[in-house]
């Protein structure tokens, strides 16, 4: 029997243009892909036909795959001898669970090949041309996780660095927990008016744009939801494309 391997894969946002060339490979070559809720059918449709699709979706707060379940699948089909691909949207070791897809593949002596993609970070900095980083406004980017594995805000957070003026801060899942995010941040100094944008399916045929304020972002998507995925920008970066990005 031929060796099996692994591909674990970045979808990107959603649009296939944005798909690295080793990404595309690696679609077009695999025997098995395990895809994600957040991949685009644009991305799917790249994949050979005879391939086996199968949903490997999680979202939170609704019924999804259990982990352990997507890696034991994994495992199954890559020890059958099959070029299997994880694909995951945005990039797989950013928020994705990557870490232990990879542990599981190392677990089994499965071949891994990892193969980044464009977080949605990225894909929604560009559509508004905004820079994340700004020597004038941002020393540094930090993405960070609006909830932990029992849906609350992550009891370990560097609340100081969240709060900190002259840095871009990203929040990834954010919806149930941001009005607790955003008002512990300015509780420790974060001015109310730093501009903030919510971006919903950046790069996508639906994708939504809310321009706003730390101060009220929470309370502005509580009374004009956007679709999901959402990602929330905190930064004065951000002060730019309230006028000048799309919108």
């Not at 990404?23 to 059918?41: H, N, Y």
């Not at 945005?90 to 090949?113: N, Q, T, V």
């Amino acid at each position: 029997m031929k060796r099996g391997s692994v591909a674990l894969v970045g979808a990107g946002p959603g649009d296939p243009g944005l798909l690295t060339i080793a990404a595309l490979r690696a679609i077009e070559e695999a025997d098995v892909i395990l895809f994600d809720e957040l991949v685009s059918e644009e991305v799917l449709a790249l994949a050979n036909p005879r391939a086996q699709r199968i949903h490997a979706g999680k979202r939170g707060y609704r019924p999804s795959c259990k982990q352990a379940d997507i890696n034991a699948e994994i495992i199954k089909w890559a020890k059958r001898g099959f070029r299997v691909v994880r694909l995951k949207g945005g990039d797989p070791l950013i928020f994705g669970r990557g870490g232990e897809e990879i542990e599981a593949c190392a677990s089994a002596g499965i071949d891994l090949e990892i193969i980044p993609g464009v977080t949605s970070a990225q894909a929604a900095a560009a559509r508004l041309a905004v820079s994340l980083t700004h020597r004038d406004y941002a020393r540094r980017v930090q993405f960070i996780t609006g909830h932990d594995r029992h849906g609350r805000v992550p009891a370990d957070l560097n609340w100081e660095a969240v709060a900190d003026p002259g840095a871009t801060t990203i929040i990834y899942m954010p919806l149930r927990t941001l009005r607790e995010v955003t008002a512990k941040a300015i509780a420790l100094g974060l001015p109310r008016g730093t501009p903030a944008v919510a971006i919903a399916n950046a790069t996508r045929a639906d994708e939504q744009i809310l321009h706003s304020t730390a101060g009220s972002i929470a309370e502005e998507l509580g009374n004009r939801p956007l679709g999901t995925p959402v990602l929330v920008m905190i930064g004065q970066v951000f002060a730019a494309a309230r006028s000048e990005g799309p919108r």
